[in-house]
């Protein structure tokens, strides 16, 4: 199934028709630029291209009232000065003849997507609009925003398909506060946002974004606001708020559609956010949330002003959906204390309606930065002037990588009697071998030196590497005899021969061989069940789980809360994911896990099964493929013995990894 992309050039045909410092930069070419990218790219073609509509009366009439609704009505007809005075009684937003027209086609837009979704006639998908509408509430237009196109997109897929749960994700850098206040007592819709706020010194200077606002009555729990203190924020800061906040409680959530807002005002070089994430970031971010829901995800475009990282940043997030490889992320820096301190207030905030966040930290005590510093009358905000502007000093950034996908995506190598699942390629290494490779493979792995059939596997899987490493190939599978014997092979070979740093990801018990985690290019993490006194190392990470691989919410923990945060700082050229004998894992579980594991060293993820389990060939294949992994079952709490030996994991190994830090330091 494909990428829908709705996109019509009606909505440009608005604009701020007075001088209005606040609203000049939202203009109709933010939208020319970002689909004009996506066409010169490529990218619109490779989508599904769906038309907008207007939405109905009784579908705005989900998230607005009536009054709201027949007042912007009349703007139409206004005159100049008319629409002045209808703008005034709102803040941070103009008016103009045709923007009814374009805010109905906006909301329309989002109810066309969230059809082309819900009806499996696409399987994710992206709408280009403006108005915006994060920032619109029942009886207001806000913050140029005028009909809340994502709140009136969840209340409409409730309603029309049913869906139980509806998970919002807003990277927007501003607090969609429309959209906090449309569910602040609904257990069914989870809302995520972060956004600048520098102690309530930024726009829309709302002591309701703060991090201690979690929702009301039943609703308490399922508003999530991550304040963002200071401006700068980069990519590391982003990922860890990602990987210690939002994923472990969205998979306990576990929605059954997920709605974006996608604002790129969050990127680098825009004049409000003024953050200094890059792009790319966005892929990452997309692609970690998109084997929630089965894959159902809509991304509805918010804010963005930087019309270079705009357009760069929404074509990462289409090429994301349409399933390419995600560039490897740049080296990222170690979140910085502000961000700790956000990432530990919103996680004490969350631990009493979160499982997965009970054990959290409690709030930092003695950090001062995180009381809130009443905004006393008439104390200077963080807004620029009025004319009087400074111009933010021009920002540069390198251009996102090309992302090129490989000419085969998945290589398997598979003895003769196992068929090869559709759209994967059999691969076995065919031209003669190196006599001298052969030797020493056959003295250093294999018992029986004349066994033909183990040599020609683990040449195949050694030619499959360099295959990969060329890009000529995205990621492999190899069901072979001794999965241990067969990862020690590659790993050398890869670390030696390729001089890469590989992380092996050992989903079960089993030894690994101490050597392969001595060489400092490696990082081993195993997920297990048996309690070893050897203690985990920097490059050797052993988690031990009571129950082992079929305790799924104890599993998903110690994915988000230590392998994929690990996974980014390591940033490895190839991941060998190992599927030790009898591991329990469940089916769905390992294939969330191959799917995740495609964030890092450009998908290129070589899966090793015990020839055993060929049955597990064709769902492996599947996730490699891109195809979303089925959604977890919601998980119920992790056993408390398992979060805090993770936690004294985490901690003990946060030293020599930043992103593993959940809390800030001390201060005195
Ligand atoms: C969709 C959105 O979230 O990007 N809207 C942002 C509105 C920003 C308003 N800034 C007002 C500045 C006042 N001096
Ligand atoms: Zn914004």
């Given at each position: 199934?494909g990428?829908?992309?709705?996109?019509?050039?009606?909505?440009?045909?608005?604009?701020?028709l007075?001088?209005d410092p606040?609203?000049?930069?939202e203009?109709?070419?933010r939208?020319?630029?970002?689909?004009?990218?996506l066409?010169?790219?490529?990218?619109?073609?490779?989508?599904?291209?769906?038309?907008?509509?207007?939405?109905?009366?009784?579908?705005?009439?989900?998230?607005?009232s009536?009054?709201?609704l027949?007042a912007?009505?009349?703007?139409?007809y206004?005159?100049?000065?008319?629409?002045?005075e209808?703008?005034r009684?709102y803040?941070?937003?103009?008016?103009?003849?045709?923007?009814?027209?374009c805010a109905?086609l906006a909301?329309?837009?989002a109810?066309?997507?969230?059809?082309?979704?819900?009806?499996?006639?696409v399987?994710?998908?992206?709408?280009?609009v403006?108005?915006?509408?994060?920032?619109s509430?029942r009886?207001?237009?806000?913050?140029?925003?005028?009909?809340?196109?994502?709140?009136?997109?969840a209340?409409y897929?409730?309603?029309k398909?049913?869906v139980?749960?509806?998970?919002?994700?807003?990277?927007?850098?501003?607090?969609?506060?429309?959209?906090?206040?449309?569910?602040?007592?609904?257990?069914?819709?989870?809302?995520?946002?972060?956004?600048?706020?520098?102690?309530?010194?930024?726009?829309?200077?709302l002591?309701?974004?703060?991090?201690?606002i979690?929702?009301?009555?039943?609703?308490?729990?399922?508003?999530?606001?991550v304040?963002?203190?200071?401006?700068?924020m980069?990519?590391?800061?982003y990922?860890?708020?990602?990987?210690?906040?939002?994923?472990?409680v969205?998979?306990e959530?576990?929605?059954d559609?997920v709605?974006?807002?996608?604002?790129?005002d969050?990127?680098?070089?825009?004049?409000?956010g003024?953050?200094?994430a890059?792009?790319?970031?966005?892929a990452?971010l997309?692609h970690?949330?998109?084997?929630?829901?089965?894959?159902?995800?809509?991304?509805?475009?918010e804010?963005?002003?930087n019309?270079?990282s705009?357009?760069?940043?929404?074509?990462?997030?289409?090429?994301?959906?349409?399933?390419?490889?995600?560039?490897?992320?740049a080296?990222?820096?170690?979140?910085?204390?502000?961000?700790?301190?956000?990432?530990?207030?919103?996680?004490?905030?969350?631990k009493?309606?979160?499982?997965?966040?009970?054990?959290?930290?409690?709030l930092?005590?003695?950090?001062?930065?995180?009381?809130?510093?009443?905004?006393?009358?008439?104390?200077?905000?963080?807004?620029?002037?009025?004319?009087e502007?400074?111009d933010?000093?021009?920002?540069?950034?390198?251009?996102?990588?090309?992302?090129?996908?490989p000419?085969?995506?998945?290589a398997?190598?598979?003895?003769?009697?196992?068929?090869?699942?559709?759209?994967?390629?059999?691969?076995?290494?065919?031209?003669?071998?190196?006599p001298?490779?052969?030797?020493?493979?056959r003295?250093?792995f294999?018992?029986?030196?004349d066994?033909?059939?183990?040599?020609?596997?683990?040449?195949s899987?050694i030619?499959?590497?360099e295959?990969m490493?060329?890009?000529?190939?995205c990621?492999?599978?190899a069901?072979?005899?001794?999965?241990?014997?067969?990862?020690?092979?590659?790993?050398?070979?890869?670390?030696?021969?390729?001089?890469n740093?590989?992380?092996v990801?050992?989903v079960?018990?089993?030894n690994?061989?101490?050597?392969?985690?001595?060489?400092r290019e490696?990082?081993?993490?195993?997920?297990?069940?048996a309690?070893?006194d050897?203690?985990s190392?920097?490059?050797?990470?052993?988690?031990c789980?009571?129950?082992g691989?079929?305790?799924?919410?104890?599993f998903?923990?110690?994915?988000?809360?230590?392998?994929?945060?690990?996974?980014y700082?390591y940033?490895?050229?190839?991941?060998?994911?190992?599927?030790m004998p009898?591991?329990?894992?469940?089916?769905?579980?390992?294939q969330?896990?191959t799917?995740?594991?495609?964030?890092?060293?450009?998908?290129?993820?070589?899966?090793?099964?015990?020839?055993?389990?060929?049955?597990?060939?064709?769902?492996t294949a599947?996730?490699?493929?891109?195809?979303?992994?089925?959604?977890?079952?919601?998980?119920?709490?992790?056993?408390?013995?398992?979060?805090?030996?993770l936690?004294?994991?985490r901690?003990?190994?946060?030293?020599?990894?930043?992103?593993?830090?959940?809390?800030?330091?001390?201060?005195?």
């Open positions: 199934m990428t829908a992309l709705i996109y019509d050039d009606e909505m440009t045909k608005y604009k701020l007075w001088v606040a609203c000049k930069i203009v109709p070419e939208l020319t630029v970002s689909h004009e990218a066409v010169r790219t490529g990218l619109a073609d490779r989508c599904v291209s769906v038309p907008v509509r207007e939405a109905t009366d009784a579908e705005i009439l989900l998230a607005h009536e009054e709201y027949e912007v009505k009349k703007t139409p206004m005159s100049l000065e008319d629409l002045m209808f703008t009684q803040g941070d937003v103009y008016f103009h003849p045709n923007i009814y027209h109905k909301a329309g837009a109810l066309q997507l969230v059809d082309s979704v819900m009806t499996g006639k399987r994710n998908g992206m709408t280009l403006r108005p915006p509408g994060h920032h509430m009886s207001a237009a806000n913050g140029f925003c005028v009909f809340n196109n994502v709140a009136i997109a209340r897929a409730k309603q398909y049913g139980q749960r509806v998970l919002i994700v807003d990277w927007d850098i501003h607090h969609g506060q429309g959209v906090q206040y449309c569910f602040e007592d609904d257990p069914s819709v989870l809302y995520f946002s972060w956004h600048r706020y520098e102690h309530q010194k930024f726009w829309p200077h002591r309701n974004s703060d991090y201690d979690v929702g009301k009555e039943k609703g308490a729990g399922f508003n999530i606001n304040p963002w203190n200071k401006v700068g980069e990519n590391g800061d990922l860890s708020v990602f990987c210690h906040v939002l994923l472990p969205a998979y959530f576990c929605p559609l709605l974006v807002c996608a604002g790129f969050s990127a680098i070089g825009d004049p409000e003024e953050m200094c890059t792009p790319d970031v966005f990452h997309t970690l949330l998109m084997n929630l829901a089965g894959g159902k995800l809509c991304a509805v475009l804010g963005g002003y019309l270079t705009l357009a760069q940043s929404v074509c990462q997030t289409v090429q994301t959906l349409l399933g390419d490889p995600v560039p490897r992320p080296s990222l820096n170690s979140p910085c204390i502000s961000a700790l301190e956000s990432l530990q207030c919103v996680r004490s905030a969350h009493a309606y979160w499982s997965c966040l009970k054990h959290a930290a409690d930092p005590t003695s950090t001062i930065s995180t009381k809130r510093i009443k905004l006393r009358e008439g104390e200077e905000t963080t807004e620029k002037g009025g004319e502007e400074k933010a000093e021009e920002k540069v950034w390198p251009e996102p990588p090309k992302r090129v996908t000419p085969v995506c998945a398997l190598v598979l003895p003769d009697d196992v068929a090869c699942p559709e759209g994967c390629e059999r691969f076995s290494f065919s031209e003669d071998l190196d001298l490779l052969a030797s020493k493979l003295e250093s294999l018992r029986d030196a066994d033909s059939t183990a040599l020609i596997t683990i040449s899987l030619a499959l590497t295959k490493e060329k890009n000529e190939i990621s492999g599978l069901l072979v005899r001794d999965v241990t014997k067969a990862m020690t092979s590659i790993v050398q070979h890869v670390t030696t021969v390729l001089s740093r590989v992380l990801v050992c079960g018990d089993g690994v061989p101490s050597h392969i985690t001595e060489d490696t990082l081993v993490v195993q997920m297990g069940s309690q070893t050897e203690q190392c920097k490059y050797y990470i052993r988690v789980l009571k129950k691989c079929s305790d799924t919410s104890g998903v923990q110690a994915v988000f809360g230590l392998l994929l945060p690990l996974g700082e940033d490895p050229s190839l991941v060998v994911l190992v599927r009898d591991s329990g894992v469940s089916d769905s579980l390992w969330q896990l799917g995740l594991l495609q964030s890092f060293a450009l998908g290129h993820t070589l899966v090793l099964l015990q020839e055993e389990e060929k049955a597990l060939v064709g769902l599947s996730s490699l493929l891109g195809n979303p992994a089925p959604s977890l079952k919601q998980l119920q709490a992790p056993l408390t013995e398992d979060v805090e030996a936690e004294r994991l901690h003990r190994l946060q030293a020599d990894w930043k992103l593993l830090q959940t809390t800030a330091p001390q201060t005195q």
